[in-house]
């Protein structure tokens, strides 16, 4: 039997429906609205990246409650389609699905990510009771109800994902080890002093955290998986083990429709992210990333970062309307552990240092509120990284309370604006006593006063 | 008997131990060290004066919990003295207080304000069971216990301190009517739509809210305070009643010493904080202020803006370092009414529209927590208020969460580095389910595409 394609014409065609595809639809259509925009995804129902731990604790405890939401580009207009696209010809200006075959104008790439496993352990992920996290409501499923009756879980990787989820398990009762490869945890976004501080509440929530000691083997029973043989000879039992080491552009569409990669493979775009190709465009995970500071490749992959290069292409799809691009990516994390809220923006100091970089730091810890006797006021703690002759702020770290998880985008638009630490030091902002810290004494000044000295150094 | 004043020499005093004078006298320190700094002041304890409000509920409860501590002043080897400074020679360099003549080589007024009473009314804050809210301790106690045994409160003032004293006392338990002059609550920082949002809290909290009625006179029975009469001819039975109707500069020394004042009363200072005589100083709400875009005379007294200026002056003491200054003051207000945030920088779009300017709005509803379904997750509102020719960022509005008190602090560095709704469209930002909106939908990047669609209009 023959099997006959369903002919689609579209303006734009995007492949993708998270958070970088879903802003690209938006945008296009806001800046476009006689353009034919269509989102081809692969499954009915996407979840919210960020929030997929969150599914595995009490504080949302089901996928069903981390659903993206479509409903607004709905009644924006936006076409979707639910298929998987096989196979572009760029030439023709076509992609092909099972069934379907979709003649487009512009075409973006919003394939994202998935879950990147070192080699040595790969051929263990067949085995029953070894996990990823994938962005897949249907598996995520699937290692919910895997867990539900077990005790044991080990949790391979202390970044973010890792840690997120060994919290939300050991809210619900699991007993979790969590295995750091590197000395400490979220290396990625914090210098190891501040490290210690989470390790420490980590700890404190009954995690067993074993820093520093690399996975050598999944051990298995023949039909399972019983725990995990660390390098240093150590072996761990566990019912169930998952794999948050990462993951990588998912770009092999891309790849064999001839689209260039760069290294750590995604597909090279500029700054319009655009790739060399001007009607062929990617955003999000599978596109490829520089650091803005220090120009080399970057690895980051954030929700927030993808929807700020779908905001960039959407605006960019048939004309150049400002000179802003997405000129380097800057790492800006926050996340919770227990009550106290650690975020990140640009590079650490062993960061900086590693590349190269003269730098000074400044650190302060005041309180998030004022006076200290205000309710719930907890400590909030500030360091500044700046280049040690031009004062330029290339990163800043934060522990605090709920505040810090937007106090670290002021830190991320010094970075972005290549503002100096003289920008700070008389910087007006607004403090209250049940929101901020005092005006006297706020955290982020100071640590920038202590910059300014400590260049005078 | 004649006085024998003791004589006491110092490289910099500084008169007044609020916010503005205790961070010019630890940014001095830390940029002068080898110079003698002495800060003279009325009274032993200074109070916190954002947190007076708080005072009057169960947030705080006591003044005492209130006190605003020198102790890392003094560890700093600040000096300190209490006293009451009369007379300023500022040829002889030389402050006079009844029991001290203090020689000083640079001078630093941070005198502070007093409350602001309308002349109609003046006459009769000397009756019993009329006040206003000064920032002295002693005075403080005195209405805390005046109304511990009494059930009605009015109080007069519509503006943050008016409403947040209202809020603590009737959480306290109080009958509180709140009269406001203007059409809405708040009318210095938020525009008629949201701060009808603010009055519904207010009203909820059990508060009756009088609105676009003045005082008229306050009634007694001649011994007491019993009541207000407003314009309209109502009268308002009150036990107590409370004017909270702003602040004016505390300048009569300085005017006595002959330095200039501008209008609104507050001493004339330059970018640097410095009065036509390079070595004297005003910072705080005792200086004149110009608004940040309109360059108009300001009545705003925040204390986040006098440490602001603290630091400027504290710096510039004895040499010029960075090119900043204080450029104008920029309004950035936050505050919590009921369990909502309310916070607000720069010109609302009502002061714009007063000062000629061409604007454009923006405005955007979300979550300030995602998915939508996270506990505790209430709805974020930001509105902008951008130039329509040039795009530039001159106001923005937010209700939310804790997070917008720091949300808001960004929108002020917006404004202060004079950006454009371009560097919004694709900024760089954390995001996480726990602390803040979706990346695909942070409200104040969506407000700033409303912004940028509204300028092609």
Redesign the interface.
């Known amino acids: 039997m023959e099997l006959k394609l369903e002919m689609i014409t579209c303006d734009v065609l995007i492949i993708g429906g998270g958070?970088a595809g879903?802003?690209v639809a938006?945008?296009a259509k806001?800046n476009y609205p006689d353009k034919e925009i269509l989102v081809i995804r692969e499954y009915e129902q996407q979840l919210?990246p960020?929030?997929i731990p969150?599914i595995f604790g009490p504080?949302?405890g089901s996928s069903e409650?981390?659903?993206?939401s479509c409903e607004?580009g709905m009644k924006m207009g936006i076409k979707g389609l639910i298929g998987k696209v096989e196979k572009v010809d760029i030439k023709e200006k076509t992609a092909y699905s099972d069934h379907h075959a979709i003649t487009f104008d512009k075409l973006i790439f919003a394939t994202g990510s998935t879950p990147f496993v070192h080699s040595a352990l790969e051929s263990a992920t067949h085995l029953k009771g070894v996990f990823t996290i994938p962005k897949n409501k249907i598996l995520i499923d699937e290692l919910k109800t895997y867990i539900e009756d077990k005790q044991t879980i080990t949790i391979v990787g202390s970044g973010f994902i890792g840690i997120e989820m060994g919290m939300e398990l050991a809210l619900s009762g699991k007993k979790v080890t969590i295995i750091g490869g590197s000395t400490q945890v979220l290396k990625a976004a914090f210098d190891v002093e501040l490290a210690h501080e989470a390790e420490a509440i980590i700890r404190n929530a009954g995690i067993a955290l074993e820093m520093g000691d690399y996975v050598d083997t999944i051990v298995d029973n023949g039909e399972r998986a019983t725990g995990v043989q660390l390098c240093s000879g150590r072996v761990i039992d566990s019912e169930v083990i998952i794999l948050a080491t990462g993951y990588k552009p998912n770009t092999s569409l891309a790849h064999d429709a001839g689209l260039k990669l760069a290294r750590y493979g995604g597909i090279w775009v500029d700054e319009y992210m655009r790739t060399a190709n001007k009607d062929i465009f990617a955003v999000g995970d599978c596109a490829a990333r520089r650091e803005?500071i220090t120009r080399e490749p970057s690895k980051v992959m954030?929700?927030?970062?993808?929807?700020?290069?779908?905001?960039?292409a959407g605006?960019s799809l048939y004309k150049l309307e400002?000179?802003?691009?997405?000129n380097g990516?800057?790492a800006?994390?926050?996340?919770?552990i227990g009550d106290t809220?650690f975020?990140s923006?640009g590079l650490t100091e062993d960061q900086a240092k590693c590349a190269c970089i003269d730098i000074v730091t400044g650190t302060f810890q005041g309180m998030n509120r004022?006076?200290a006797?205000?309710?719930g006021a907890t400590k909030q703690s500030v360091k500044l990284v700046a280049m040690r002759h031009s004062g330029q702020i290339i990163g800043g770290q934060i522990i605090g309370?709920?505040?810090?998880?937007?106090?670290?985008?002021?830190i991320?638009?010094?970075i972005?604006?290549k503002?100096t630490v003289?920008?700070l030091?008389?910087?007006?902002?607004?403090?209250?006593?049940?929101?901020?810290s005092?005006?006297?004494?706020?955290p982020l000044?100071k640590a920038a006063?202590n910059v300014n000295?400590a260049m005078q150094l």
């Open positions: 958070p879903g802003v938006m945008t806001n919210v960020c929030a969150y504080t949302l409650k981390n659903i993206s607004q803005f954030l929700a927030s970062t993808s929807a700020a290069e779908g905001r960039t605006n400002y000179l802003k691009g997405f990516t800057i800006i994390f926050s996340t919770v809220v975020s923006a004022h006076p006797s205000i309710p309370g709920v505040e810090s998880g937007e106090m670290i985008n002021l991320g638009l010094v972005e604006s503002m003289f920008s030091l008389s910087l007006q902002i607004a403090t209250q006593p049940l929101l901020t005092a005006p006297t004494s706020y000044v006063e000295l």
